[in-house]
């Protein structure tokens, strides 16, 4: 169970384009979904929080115009990047959590984004 | 100072050694202790959390907790070259979000 899926895994765009990125949680409903960056060899970069019906929490210094999130469902959520750049660049993550639960929050498998 | 501090590694062991990786953190409020292990270019898997102060064990895992050092611990016993990955450590007050160490990046060498 706790299973959360990302669409699509690697995904290669031009400069100026949007692309967008799809988080699922398979078999639970999830209340709050997180949107992370993470670069090579660093740790995890919370971008966002989002929760259900609601506009997303933003991090000090993630642009939210650039970086649309749409938490349509309790199971969908989205990430658009918009007019991305090669500074975009990055592997993105999402993670869904069950309730206030902290330690229940299940990680996507990732998506890597390439700009160029 | 970052909040949560671990040591990038890499650490390289023998398979079967015993493995320790540790994180150090500043914030007396965190009270949500979590291990994850993250396998290149995929999402953090949960291995272990912990509530405050203690020890617990799971499998070949144990997961320390001293509050009073604000120093967490997670033990590999019997490493396995499948171990290699790059190890998180996560903790909060319960209520908000989860910070990050830098991860430790362990090889285990047949």
């Known amino acids: 169970g706790a299973v959360v899926s990302q669409h699509p895994s690697w995904v290669i765009c031009k400069s100026g384009t949007s692309v967008k990125i799809e988080c699922r949680s398979l078999d639970f409903q999830a209340t709050t979904m997180f949107w992370y960056r993470q670069f090579p060899k660093q740790s995890l970069m919370l971008m966002a929080t989002?929760?259900?019906?609601?506009?997303?929490?933003?991090e000090q210094g993630v642009e939210k115009d650039k970086f649309l999130i749409n938490h349509a469902s309790l199971t969908l959520s989205t990430l658009t990047v918009t007019s991305a750049h090669p500074e975009d660049s990055s592997f993105y993550i999402c993670?869904?959590?069950?309730?206030?639960?902290?330690?229940?929050?299940?990680f996507g498998p990732g998506t890597r984004l390439t700009v160029t | 100072q970052k909040e949560v501090e671990q040591d990038p590694g890499p650490l390289s062991v023998p398979e079967g050694a015993i493995v320790s990786l540790n994180c150090t953190y500043s914030?007396?409020?965190?009270?949500?202790f979590m291990w994850y292990r993250q396998y290149s270019r995929k999402g953090p898997e949960l291995l272990m959390y912990t509530y405050s102060s203690g020890n617990k064990e799971d499998g070949r895992f144990t997961a320390q907790v001293d509050k009073s050092s604000k120093y967490i611990s997670l033990f590999i016993r019997d490493s396995q070259p499948s171990d290699s990955a790059t190890y998180l450590c996560?903790?909060?007050?319960?209520?908000?979000?989860?910070?990050f160490g830098t991860g430790t990046r362990l090889l285990v060498s047949p």
């Open positions: 914030n007396s409020a965190f009270q949500y």
């Open positions: 993670s869904a959590r069950v309730g206030q639960i902290p330690y229940e929050q299940y």
């Open positions: 989002s929760n259900e019906g609601s506009k997303a929490t933003y």
């Open positions: 996560a903790m909060n007050t319960g209520f908000q979000k989860l910070v």
